[in-house]
């Protein structure tokens, strides 16, 4: 060895190895055709075994750990009580020091109790960005939800390290305008899923708490990706380098007085979710909803196994190899597609690359959804699964016409991204081609998981 030059291997590579495989199923143009035909055009109506990648959500889509899939074994199915409650619950403690923790089945259910309990008609709840099922459970109640993105934001082409926070000045005149008691809490997505899967700064979550404290009104974090958020806090805001991802959640958590919070996202879980505050009261008026619709307060509409699966996940997402590969493999997506010419969100976010599709497509008008004319082109074409953010979602709130490819937690290795890559530049190659839509058919709310389309 004598004379060798010694340098440390540079490359990231995803930091597991592969223990069970789920074979992927080709399809043919003709099928996809046929499927697309039948779907009305609508990605959610295709049947998963003729997707090839499935990018529609990174929501409930995760490989699960060895350490995990063990966990189920030790699930305490008991009514009341269940040790897999309790396990859960000492995870959640560690993570946000939040006094109270209620299971839920998923983020939305947590959302509903949350929204049930806190609004009135009338009332109205801020936040940087509304995900879909929280906007529609705050709409549901009666009250507003209202998005206070910074300004920079509109622009997908800024790059800043923190693209998703809020604006505060803009949250301190609300709350004067319409009076702190029309406003039962305020809200911080992080990441900031809607607006690109861009992180939240400390300093952000820190200056909200100021004015929602000045005016006592409890922020809650929607704390779905709050590790992914960690990470980014870690590599780019002052001060944290050398800090652990879990210190920082920790500290992110230690400004809120609850959250909602969906295990499918940065808990590694197929299902579950779950609601904490720091309010006694509150808590046992959402103890009591829970009982109603959810189940027992110790389980919460889901199985002791899934408790112990989202304790485990708990831990494992704070990895710092996790979360380097994590962080690092979406922007290699987002990097090989926009410095070839597709637009896209910049930076790129946590979980998801969102192609901004009114700049992709500028010959399709919003009223004929540019994100969903691209997401069911780039199935046609490469049997990829995408979703539309923009007015198919949002209807007249849509701030950008947005495809998101979302990466599932664990699951394709960079080859499947390669071909991604590759399909999504042939796309971009045609894209003059590509034709809006028109709604045939659509329901009175989340419209995007049922409407049926006919291509213009
Ligand atoms: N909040 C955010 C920021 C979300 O991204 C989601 C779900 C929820 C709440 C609701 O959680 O699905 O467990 O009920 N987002 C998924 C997605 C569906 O595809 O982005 P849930």
Redesign the pocket.
Known sequence: MSGAIILPVRTIIEPFRIKSVEPLHHTTTAERERYLEQAGYNLFRIDARNILIDL?????TSAMSTEQWAALMRGDESYAGSESFFRLKRAVDDLTGLRHMIPTH????A?RILFTVACKPGNLVPSNTH?D??RANIEFTGARAVDLPIPEAADTQARLDFKGYMDVSALGDLIRSEGAAQVPLVML?VTN?SGGGQPVSMANIAAVKEVCAYHNIPLYL?A??FAENAWFIRERETGYADWTPKRIAQKMFSYADGC?F?A??DAFANIG?FLCTNDDRIAQRESDLLILTEGFPTYGGLAGRDLEAIAVGLEEILDIDYLRYRIVSTGYLGRHIADRGVPIVEPPGGHAIYIDAARMLPHIPPQQFPGQALAVELYRHAGIRS?EIGTLMFGAAARHELLRL?IPRRVYTQSHIDYVVEAILEVNACKDRIRGLEIVEEPPFLRHFSARFRQL
Do not use: I, M, P
């Open positions: 529609l959500t990174d929501s409930g998923q983020g939305r259910a959302e995900f099922t929280t997505t899923n929607d779905c990706r909602t969906s499918k996202k979710g979703v979302a």
